[in-house]
């Protein structure tokens, strides 16, 4: 948000300018006058709409963060209900497709487990199925066996060779169907993704919704001016409220090029307000510009008019909710030792 000062600049520049004197005369106090100043915030609409509230007015206090006003969203909003729906029916998927693929693993290892146990059983019997056949062949060979028992081991060797086989196409098929597991597991990434998708395209609609929601600094300000009113049409860069931090506020003053020396950050002064007269408040110099100005013209003599001048800016440190931006008053610079340094220029 663009910073703009609550006075207007041309007129605060002119007036803090031709008072940035040292008092002539009798070696009394050195001071500087100085206008008060403080930051203000022009809370802007960042896109198009109807405005469809202003909630707080001139002078109200504006919590830290507070949504100020409310632009309609057109069909924004819809459209993040409707993706906000489809994530829904998402997770659903997901979560069905996540349980197909559970009790597909389980059954498959199942079904893997057991054939491969059916395979093992059929290969030793179908071994020991052969081994007894060619027994028995030996024995009908030497006589020592019948033709019907040889007969009976042949029938029972190829019985068993026929479950191996069997067994052994089962076990195949049991292990084939590891590829439909394996398609399940993508399905499932594929409508992963989609979720994944869908949540980044509702954080964007989200984003753009925010911005239809007008918010406050993250410190509690004061509103200084409403800009805009519920039912006019806003745009982006429309401005909606201005708004000042109450304690975001300092004496400025401009400082000719002989005495900038004396006027450096972290220096001690005091503030006193034309509003409250024989009253000071202790302030600190907290900003020296690191370019001189020249003098504007409105000043007492020529000879300021040839001089350049810097700016500066005072920290007030006490009662700072009582200055008000535009107030004029003294700044004088203190000795850390003697306290109000004395005048060190030569009068004109």
Not at 14 to 23: G, I
Not at 41 to 64: C, H, I, K, T
Not at 185 to 192: A, D, H, K, S, T
């Amino acid at each position: 948000m663009k910073r703009r000062v609550v006075a207007g600049l041309a007129i605060a520049l002119a007036t803090a300018a031709a008072a940035a004197l040292w008092l002539r005369g009798d070696g009394g106090e050195a001071w500087y006058t100085g206008v008060v100043e403080g930051e203000e915030r022009v809370l802007r609409s960042e896109v198009s709409g109807r405005a469809l509230d202003v909630y707080f007015a001139e002078g109200d206090a504006v919590p830290a963060g507070a949504v100020v006003a409310r632009i309609e969203a057109g069909d924004i909003s819809a459209r993040a209900d409707s993706k906000r729906q489809e994530i829904s029916v998402l997770e659903a998927e997901i979560h069905r497709q996540q349980a197909q693929v559970a009790l597909a693993e389980q059954t498959w290892t199942h079904d893997v487990a057991a054939a491969r146990a059916e395979a093992s059983r059929a290969e030793a019997e179908a071994g020991l199925a052969a081994r007894e056949e060619v027994r028995q062949r030996e024995l009908a060979a030497r006589s020592a066996a019948s033709v019907q028992r040889l007969d009976e081991a042949t029938s029972k060797r190829s019985q068993t060779s026929s479950a191996l086989e069997r067994s052994r196409e089962l076990l195949g098929r049991a292990e084939a169907e590891e590829g439909q597991i394996v398609l399940a597991r993508r399905q499932l990434e594929v409508l992963r993704e989609q979720r994944t998708l869908a949540e980044r395209q509702l954080a964007e609609l989200e984003v753009e919704l925010a911005k239809h929601e007008i918010r406050a600094p993250s410190v509690p300000s004061v509103v200084q001016t409403q800009l805009l009113w519920p039912g006019e049409l806003a745009q982006p860069g429309t401005p909606i409220l201005s708004v000042l931090d109450p304690r975001d506020k300092y004496v400025q003053i401009y400082v000719p090029v002989a005495e900038v020396a004396e006027v450096r950050v972290g220096r001690q002064v005091e503030i006193e307000l034309d509003s409250a007269p024989g009253r000071r408040v202790a302030g600190e110099v907290s900003f020296v510009a690191d370019r001189a100005n020249f003098t504007p013209e409105k000043i007492e003599t020529r000879s300021d008019r040839l001089g350049q001048v810097y700016r500066a800016k005072v920290r007030i440190l006490e009662d700072v909710e009582r200055f008000q931006p535009g107030t004029e008053g003294n700044v004088y610079l203190l000795d850390e030792e003697r306290g109000p340094q004395a005048a060190r220029r030569d009068p004109p």
